[in-house]
């Protein structure tokens, strides 16, 4: 079978799908990969690195029309209309935006896989695409924002004096907002941190940092079964709301993650906590694509708001294209392994595996006349089984009557006997 590594056509996008560590694997897989021309060169690898890997460079149509397609973000209408009838698609899909994708991917005939949709389990954490990227998301943006910032992270004792250790607050302590975390504490920042999760608390403070949350009973069960922050009540936010903003007018670094698969980025810092910073101060706003944890904060931007340095970047894991690349990539070959069947030299779509279940897209459904012909059925079933049992039962009780009536007839004859007498 072949594999197409299309080069992806988002302007902010510079990862590839495939390195070539990864390449040499799916070819000992059995596989003939073919990679579009300089469709690796943003994340500095080139054709002849992919060449020497036993990969093909091909054109955008040929690796389109590839058995499976490796994708790093959704493909264009274009793109999909490139794909063959009976293709496989792996890819980020944006599952729960309303771009149009499941339709566009059934009227193709192409089955494709949504890798944000890998469910969180043990088995799966090799091909958990959403951490391998986000951990790199909360390193940059540490990185951006030391870059934005006019003063140093670390306290610095010189004879010119004592330059303090900037403060640095981050907001959402799941997989970015840790290492975002760590990264600022290796940086010499003061961190605190702040999430509604209560097994954050924990994380945070293993990393050195300071725990801030108004921890009541809704804090306590503030966590979905997947790992997920669930959306709070007003009057938490509320309580929180207050509780950041008198911590936020203290902090020289900002760094919000806080996103809920589905649904629009929760506002976390207001206009008028960004007008309580300090001058020079920096945020960076990593749910921007989702509208922003800071309704200030503008896509693909930098801007300056009440003093304050608002850093928007879009995807920001791009802008570390190379080592990206390799996660993806990794995260893409194991999630492929776990459906190859080697033997039969093909996908093996197996339902009753939750990764495979839980990651198709779109979802396979069945038609309304087998869903009317499987309810007849089982209709008709119930009411066999019904008449069956009423029929047993009636066959018991009558038995059990004859039985009951047995002694009694008996008696009655003994009784005129001894009457007789």
């Known amino acids: 079978m072949k594999i197409g590594i299309p080069k992806e056509t988002r302007p902010d996008e510079a ?78 899909m944006e599952p729960y935006s309303d771009n149009g994708m499941a339709d566009l991917l059934t009227k193709q005939g192409v089955q494709g896989f949504a890798l944000e949709m890998v469910p969180r389990i043990t088995r799966a954490q090799s091909m958990d695409v959403l951490s391998s990227q986000s951990n790199l998301a909360g390193y940059r943006a540490v990185l951006e924002a030391s870059a934005v910032y006019g003063r140093a992270f670390p306290m610095m004792m010189t004879a010119a004096g004592t330059v303090p250790p900037a403060k640095a607050l981050v907001m959402g302590a799941g997989v970015a907002g840790l290492q975002a975390i760590a990264t600022a504490r290796r940086l010499g920042a003061v961190v605190s941190a702040t999430d509604v999760r209560p097994a954050a608390k924990e994380q945070v403070e293993s990393l050195g940092g300071k725990f801030v949350a108004v921890e009541d009973d809704e804090f306590k069960a503030a966590e979905t079964s997947g790992g997920y922050a669930k959306e709070m009540s007003a009057a938490y936010q509320a309580k929180q709301a207050q509780l950041i903003a008198d ?37 960076v706003d990593l749910a921007v694509e989702q509208g922003g944890n800071c309704p200030l904060s503008e896509a693909g931007k930098v801007v300056t708001k009440h003093g304050v340095h608002i850093i928007g970047y879009t995807n920001i894991q791009a802008r570390l294209p190379e080592v990206a690349s390799s996660l993806y990539a990794k995260n893409l ?26 990651s198709l897209f779109p979802k396979k459904t069945k038609p309304a006349a087998a869903k009317s012909a499987k309810k007849s059925t089982t209709t008709s079933a119930k009411k066999v089984a019904k008449k069956a049992a009423k029929k047993v039962a009636k066959k018991a009780t009558k038995k059990a009557a004859k039985k009951a009536a047995k002694p009694q007839a008996k008696s009655q004859a003994k009784l005129k006997t001894a009457g007789g007498a």
Do not use: C, H, Y
């Not at 080139?46 to 460079?57: C, K, N, R």
């Open 15 to 92: 990862r590839v799908a495939a390195v070539p560590e990864t390449i040499k694997k799916l070819i000992a897989m059995g596989f003939d990969v073919m990679v579009e021309k300089g469709a690796g060169e943003a994340a500095s690898i080139s054709d002849d690195a992919m060449t020497g890997a036993g990969a093909s460079v091909v054109s955008t149509a040929d690796a389109f029309a590839a058995d499976i397609v490796f994708k790093v973000r959704p493909p264009s209408a274009d793109e999909v209309k490139k794909m063959a009838k009976g293709a496989t698609l792996i890819s980020l």
């Open 247 to 283: 911590t936020i007018a203290n902090q020289d670094i900002v760094i919000t993650t806080a996103l809920i698969p589905g649904r629009a980025a929760p506002v976390l810092v207001t206009e008028d906590m960004v007008k309580s910073m300090k001058d020079g101060a920096v945020i």
């Open 333 to 358: 070959l194991n999630f492929i392994t776990n459906m190859w069947d080697a033997d039969a030299g093909k996908l093996k779509l197996d339902l009753e595996d939750e990764i495979i279940a839980e």
